[in-house]
């Protein structure tokens, strides 16, 4: 304990700096600015910056990221409770009873229930990272190839199943995506792979250029192929206004406090954690509730426990990325390249190798939420005038600062093109189901997959029954196996039920 | 037996046509890693794991377009601003280092803004003349990040770092 406390105070002392602060408050700024804006989400903020991070050094451009994931999920509910237009997909359930709230003239205690919930949850997530971390880590030293190989299979296989499309179709983007992670040099044996000869092409295709195009150029694409967002007005929220009553008070803590456990184990799972949490927690909180029938109706605790629940999965989906090296969200994959462009690569020796940017990012969330605490409620009114900014103003801005953004990941026009058509590829396949995210998934865990299968297969001799006789990595590919199966079954069993009802129902109007 | 509507039908051939691009593209990756060594299994060489990708790639493209389903997300609303938009992509991409980010950045802003219903020439400008100027300010001077001058070369630095 004394150790911890220890760690986290070198951690204040480094994220503390005047640098430091500037760049977590600056993160934390943008972040509650892209989480008001419809449409343009985390990832494709993060997408967007990450080239202001390459002159960077590895703390500062982690501590700027790290600012935008957090501070996006502070802004996401402002225009979802004054506006009912969810800034992001994990406000969307925030909007169910936080509109209703202001309807009622409740909005001021909706976004004051909001912002302290998020804090209080992003704390609750930023201990269990502080202590589930290096533990984690700890352990994770005792993996050899066979242990991480079956643990990124699993994560892949995980992250199928809960995207929300089809299996299908998240597993044929993943393998697309590991297809593209072999261009460039073999890592093991030296062996160029479809470079094609070019000199460009060695190093392999460059993974903020990449997620620039499908984040950055497809999400521009899709806005100028959507409606336009029309400014609405705006319901005005006075300071005075911003305290909840004791009765709003009372039906929000237990609320928070759930919302925060839900999305802290939610956040260890692969997938869009954030969404799933929240409709998770407004769930549960709709079952517990004494006034069921009040949700979607303004019930404050279906605008508690959701928003808790978003924010404690910000800090928990650090876990496996800062001890394993394992992202399994897009927003932690783009975290991960931050730290990649650097030259570092998380994993179990993050922590002991360099203590100053594990800690000093924990520390810097803390200070980050606390600036957000203190100057989103003041602000809301000036954060929510921010979607009357006219669209053509805001998309050109931000297809400028994704040309530079392009050019600058390797200052030539090789990154400006991977963009380019890898954001038109992307926007060409949304609408039919392909998500983008196992792409970007399969990209980064490639490399990881490959390297820990060759080595198992020759540290088995090619005998691939060992794994079997590995207790963890043999029970994690047999939970893979069972996962993918389940997945099957329900896949078969979900159209054969159907047809049996929609001839139970037939047969009756038939003999009527 | 459901007999499929119309829409459903250009849904599902549609995906089909998806599908079939993805299984396309699979398997000329496949052909090429076909090329690299596989090794051995006890000593897998640098074709091993990019087979197996591809192959699961085909395998799940086959699959997406046998069994491609009827329903289908709406698609786009509207085609043509995303297509303007592309090829102005591409425009911008062919003319970056000749012209420099000042000039194809205007370019860009300009024919954007009006694309997305700036009809005034005075809102068009409001945006498309200062942006590429602050953003190739900040980035080259802030951070520190090279971009190309084009044929502002002569007159760039020495304006931005006001040795004029």
Redesign the interface.
């Known amino acids: 304990m004394t150790e911890l406390l220890d760690q986290l105070g070198h951690g204040f002392s480094v994220a503390s700096s005047f640098k430091n602060l500037i760049l977590a408050l600056a993160g934390a700024f943008l972040g509650t600015v892209v989480g008001v804006l419809p449409g343009l989400g985390p990832t494709a903020a993060m997408s967007l910056l990450l080239?202001?991070t390459?002159?960077l050094d590895p703390l500062g451009a982690v501590i700027l990221l790290a600012g935008i994931w957090y501070g996006s999920q502070y802004g996401g509910s402002t225009t979802a409770i004054l506006l009912n237009m969810p800034g992001e997909a994990t406000s969307v359930v925030t909007a169910y009873d936080g509109y209703q709230m202001a309807l009622k003239g409740r909005a001021g205690a909706a976004l004051f229930v909001a912002a302290t919930g998020s804090f209080f949850a992003s704390l609750v997530g930023l201990v269990g990272l502080a202590v589930a971390a290096p533990a984690l880590a700890d352990l994770a030293l005792r993996f050899g190839p066979p242990e991480y190989f079956a643990l990124a299979v699993l994560g892949l296989v995980v992250l199928f199943n809960v995207t929300g499309g089809?299996l299908?179709?998240s597993?044929?983007m993943a393998?697309?995506g590991?297809?593209v992670s072999?261009v460039g040099l073999?890592s093991?044996?030296g062996?160029p792979?479809?470079t094609f000869g070019s000199a460009h092409m060695l190093d392999g295709f460059d993974l903020a250029a990449i997620i620039m195009g499908v984040y950055g150029?497809s999400e521009?694409?899709?806005q100028?192929?959507?409606?336009?967002v029309k400014s609405a007005d705006i319901a005005r929220v006075r300071l005075r206004d911003l305290y909840p009553n004791l009765n709003e008070l009372r039906r929000s803590l237990a609320p928070i406090v759930r919302g925060s456990g839900v999305g802290f184990v939610i956040g260890l799972v692969p997938g869009p954690a954030g969404v799933i949490s929240t409709f998770l927690s407004y769930r549960l909180e709709r079952r517990l509730s004494r006034h069921p029938e009040e949700f979607g109706k303004g019930a404050i605790e279906g605008v508690a426990g959701p928003e808790a629940a978003n924010n404690a999965v910000t800090s928990s989906s650090l876990i496996p990325l800062l001890s394993l090296g394992l992202p399994f969200s897009a927003p932690a994959a783009i975290l991960l390249t931050g730290f990649m462009i650097h030259g570092i690569s998380p994993g179990p020796m993050l922590i002991s190798n360099s203590p100053e940017l594990f800690w000093g990012l924990v520390a810097s969330m803390v200070i980050g939420n606390i600036a957000l605490l203190v100057l989103n409620l003041p602000l809301v009114g000036l954060f929510a005038s921010l979607i009357a900014i006219?669209?053509?103003?805001l998309?050109?801005?931000v297809?400028?600062?994704l040309?530079?953004g392009a050019?600058?990941a390797s200052?030539s026009?090789f990154t400006?093109?991977i963009a380019?058509i890898s954001?038109?590829v992307a926007?060409?396949?949304r609408?039919?189901?392909?998500d983008p995210a196992p792409f970007v998934l399969g990209m980064v865990l490639?490399p990881l997959?490959?390297k820990s299968?060759?080595r198992s297969?020759?540290m088995?001799?090619?005998?691939?029954t060992q794994f079997a006789h590995n207790p963890l990595a043999g029970g994690m590919l047999a939970l893979t196996a069972l996962i993918l199966l389940g997945a099957l079954a329900l896949r078969i069993v979900r159209p054969v039920r159907a047809a049996r009802e929609?001839h139970a129902k037939k047969a009756p109007s038939a003999q009527g | 037996m459901k007999s499929l509507s119309k829409t459903e039908i250009q849904g599902r051939t549609r995906q089909r046509v998806v599908a079939v691009v993805l299984a396309v593209a699979s398997l000329a990756y496949l052909m090429l890693a076909l090329q690299l060594p596989w090794g051995r299994v006890s000593r897998p060489g640098s074709g091993f794991f990019p087979q197996i990708a591809a192959g699961l790639g085909l395998v799940l493209a086959f699959g997406s377009a046998l069994w491609a389903r009827r329903e289908l997300d709406p698609p786009p609303a509207e085609y043509r601003k995303p297509l303007v938009f592309s090829a102005l992509l591409i425009a911008v991409s062919l003319l970056l280092e000749p012209l420099g980010f000042i000039l194809t950045g205007t370019l860009l802003t300009a024919v954007l803004a009006w694309q997305l219903g700036a009809s005034k020439v005075w809102q068009v400008a409001a945006v498309a003349l200062p942006a590429p100027w602050v953003m190739h300010y900040l980035f080259v001077h802030a951070f520190e990040i090279k971009l190309p001058a084009g044929l502002l070369a002569p007159w760039v630095a020495p304006m931005l770092t006001g040795q004029v």
């Open positions: 080239p202001l390459f002159t089809s299908h179709k597993a044929l393998a697309l590991m297809m072999c073999d093991l044996s062996t792979r479809f150029i521009v694409m899709e100028l192929s959507s409606r336009v006219p669209k053509h103003y998309i050109s801005v297809c400028l600062l040309l530079a050019y600058a200052g026009m400006v093109w380019v954001g038109i926007w060409w396949l609408p039919y189901g392909y490639g997959v490959e299968l060759r297969l020759a088995y001799d090619g005998d691939i929609f």
